[in-house]
């Protein structure tokens, strides 16, 4: 094609002539970064160098192509954003937990962390039994070009998972009940000092015959609380024989088919510490179907303080674990590191300390 002599060149940071008649309608379909980049007579780069508020570009140039994306009512793709850096505005959400209540706090935490940033949320549910499950995780990361990735338990505790994320270049933030890694990618939640609260509350009640249902084998949270609780009442004198603690899967059903199991004991328990809420719900309907009242035949205590906690009748007495904030953080220490490595938001701290919560399901037993 032969340039009409005369015709004005194009030069990075300087405008072109352009007809109106290739100029998109004002109405913002339809407008893509080629059409910015050719009206404000710039390259594509330039437009994602502006969009991307970088400081190579200069001021009269950044103004011409802000003007051009507000007339047009241009609003960037996450993806072509990426054009001038080598990764993405999106934050990964890596998780396999059963408990969706849990999923969606933490959703909305991570969500809250990237609230009047540049930066957006992608989920990647996955299966940690499957032979597939970090080939999966790698692959999400290469084709979403991801900033970094939050990784929550029991995912969180797999290390051939974070050497593949460090072989990829990814960041992560690490969310788990021991410290596994750096501060900086830690999130770590106190639950055996929490259970302990749990366990001087009900001795104080004077609940001795006292029933517990664990969370899933594989979840340090399981581990951490079993063990966390059953030590708290062996210092306090009081042991839990292997028949009163059974086996749950941070499901509604398998509180219920737990809590069967142990009320059908004879004697039964006088308190029941389910290890989440969703769990402690499942009581609640053993309870009632045996025909026993809550709190007067039977105290329960659950762990999470998910919003079915205020919702039971009576309100559940449970520990605060706070899901949202922690979400929130955890994005925090990924998108907003200061020189040092820790965040500008206040989430540099790597420790969550749950606190107990006492509603009307506990009472002292009447035998």
Same mark, same amino acid.
């Given at each position: 094609?032969?340039?009409?002599?005369?015709? #004005?060149?194009?030069?990075?940071?300087?405008?072109?002539?352009?007809?109106?008649?290739?100029? #998109?309608?004002?109405?913002?379909?339809? *407008?893509?970064?080629?059409?910015?980049?050719?009206?404000?007579?710039?390259?594509?780069?330039?437009?994602?160098?502006?969009?991307?508020? $970088?400081?190579? *570009?200069?001021?009269?140039?950044?103004?011409?192509? %802000?003007?051009?994306?507000?007339?047009?009512?241009?609003?960037?793709? #996450? %993806?072509?954003?990426?054009?001038?850096?080598?990764?993405?505005?999106?934050?990964?959400?890596?998780?396999?937990?059963?408990? !969706?209540?849990?999923?969606?706090?933490?959703?909305?935490?991570?969500?809250?962390?990237?609230?009047?940033?540049?930066?957006?949320? *992608?989920?990647? #549910?996955?299966? &940690?039994?499957?032979?597939? =499950?970090?080939?999966? @995780?790698?692959? =999400?990361?290469?084709?979403?070009?991801?900033?970094?990735?939050?990784? /929550?338990?029991?995912?969180?505790?797999?290390?051939?998972?974070?050497?593949?994320?460090?072989?990829?270049?990814?960041?992560?933030? &690490?969310?788990?009940?021991?410290?596994?890694?750096?501060? $900086?990618?830690?999130?770590?939640?106190?639950?055996? %000092? !929490? @259970? +302990?609260?749990?366990?001087?509350?009900? %001795?104080?009640?004077?609940?001795?015959?006292?029933?517990?249902? !664990?969370?899933?084998?594989? =979840?340090?949270?399981?581990?951490?609380?079993?063990?966390? =609780?059953?030590?708290?009442?062996?210092?306090?004198? /009081?042991?839990?024989?292997?028949?009163?603690?059974?086996?749950?899967?941070?499901?509604?059903?398998?509180?219920?088919?737990?809590?069967?199991?142990?009320?059908?004991?004879?004697?039964?328990?006088?308190?029941?510490?389910?290890?989440?809420?969703?769990?402690?719900?499942?009581?609640?309907?053993? +309870?009632?179907?045996?025909?026993?009242?809550?709190?007067?035949?039977?105290?329960?205590?659950?762990?999470?303080?998910?919003?079915?906690?205020?919702? /039971?009748?009576?309100? /559940?007495?449970?520990?605060?674990?706070?899901? &949202?904030?922690?979400?929130?953080?955890?994005?925090?220490?990924?998108? +907003?590191?200061?020189?040092?490595?820790?965040?500008?938001?206040? $989430?540099?701290?790597?420790?969550?300390?749950?606190?107990? *919560?006492? &509603?009307?399901?506990?009472?002292?037993?009447?035998?």
């Amino acid at each position: 094609m032969t340039r009409k002599k005369g015709a #004005p060149r194009a030069v990075d940071g300087r405008p072109r002539t352009e007809s109106r008649s290739a100029e #998109p309608q004002a109405s913002g379909r339809g *407008v893509t970064i080629n059409d910015i980049a050719r009206i404000a007579g710039v390259s594509k780069k330039t437009v994602s160098r502006v969009i991307n508020r $970088s400081p190579m *570009v200069h001021e009269d140039t950044r103004a011409r192509i %802000q003007a051009v994306m507000d007339r047009y009512r241009y609003v960037p793709d #996450p %993806q072509a954003r990426g054009l001038a850096f080598r990764k993405s505005f999106l934050v990964g959400l890596v998780y396999d937990n059963p408990n !969706a209540q849990y999923i969606v706090n933490m959703m909305e935490g991570a969500l809250d962390g990237l609230r009047g940033s540049d930066y957006e949320l *992608v989920v990647h #549910p996955c299966d &940690r039994h499957s032979s597939e =499950f970090i080939d999966g @995780v790698r692959h =999400f990361v290469d084709r979403q070009k991801l900033r970094g990735v939050i990784l /929550l338990p029991p995912i969180s505790e797999n290390e051939d998972l974070i050497a593949t994320l460090k072989d990829a270049g990814c960041e992560y933030v &690490r969310v788990s009940y021991a410290m596994l890694d750096e501060p $900086s990618r830690m999130l770590i939640s106190n639950d055996r %000092q !929490a @259970v +302990a609260e749990v366990a001087s509350y009900l %001795q104080s009640l004077g609940h001795q015959r006292i029933g517990y249902i !664990a969370g899933p084998r594989g =979840f340090m949270s399981a581990r951490e609380r079993r063990e966390g =609780f059953v030590e708290a009442l062996e210092k306090r004198g /009081l042991r839990i024989p292997e028949s009163m603690i059974v086996e749950g899967g941070y499901t509604y059903e398998s509180g219920l088919a737990g809590a069967e199991i142990l009320l059908s004991r004879s004697p039964r328990p006088t308190a029941i510490f389910a290890s989440n809420d969703e769990m402690a719900a499942g009581v609640y309907r053993a +309870a009632r179907d045996l025909g026993l009242d809550v709190p007067r035949d039977l105290s329960v205590v659950g762990f999470d303080d998910g919003p079915i906690a205020g919702r /039971l009748t009576p309100p /559940l007495t449970t520990v605060r674990l706070p899901i &949202r904030d922690i979400g929130r953080m955890a994005a925090g220490k990924l998108i +907003a590191p200061d020189p040092q490595g820790r965040p500008e938001d206040g $989430s540099s701290s790597s420790l969550i300390v749950p606190h107990l *919560v006492v &509603r009307d399901s506990c009472q002292p037993p009447r035998n």
